[in-house]
């Protein structure tokens, strides 16, 4: 979803239409039993900075809605068993990826067995 942003001459919105795509179909994928694993690599993402962020929810707001939620409720299931907040690394309450919370500084919580 990141590299979907940098896609800028003519040719490249195909690609990038093209890599959202291709990560719409691992999220359904992963979503029921590897969400622990979307929530790495989003974890991960998120914690490289606010330019990252700002790719992230640019790339998941150019999802169709179901791929989004389906994100964003595994994050909400693998926060549960990790001890954090989907709200952490910008997703809303009862939502996908809210609007201002990409540059907002924070950090995801460690998982389990990895360092702080």
């Known amino acids: 979803m990141v ?11 195909l690609k990038a239409d093209k890599d959202v795509a291709q990560a719409g179909i691992l999220i359904e994928a992963m979503a029921p039993r590897r969400h622990h694993d979307l929530a790495d690599a989003w974890t991960e993402a998120w914690s490289r900075g606010p330019r990252w962020r700002s790719a992230l929810v640019e790339g998941l707001s150019r999802l169709p809605d179901e791929q989004s939620e389906m994100l964003a409720a595994a994050i909400r299931r693998a926060g549960g068993s990790w001890g954090f907040k989907a709200e952490d690394v910008g997703f809303l309450k009862d939502g996908p990826v ?18 702080p």
């Open 3 to 13: 590299a979907a942003r940098r896609r800028a001459d003519p040719g490249g919105r």
């Open 98 to 115: 809210g609007a201002g919370t990409a540059g907002d500084g924070s950090q995801p919580p460690s998982k389990p067995g990895s360092s």
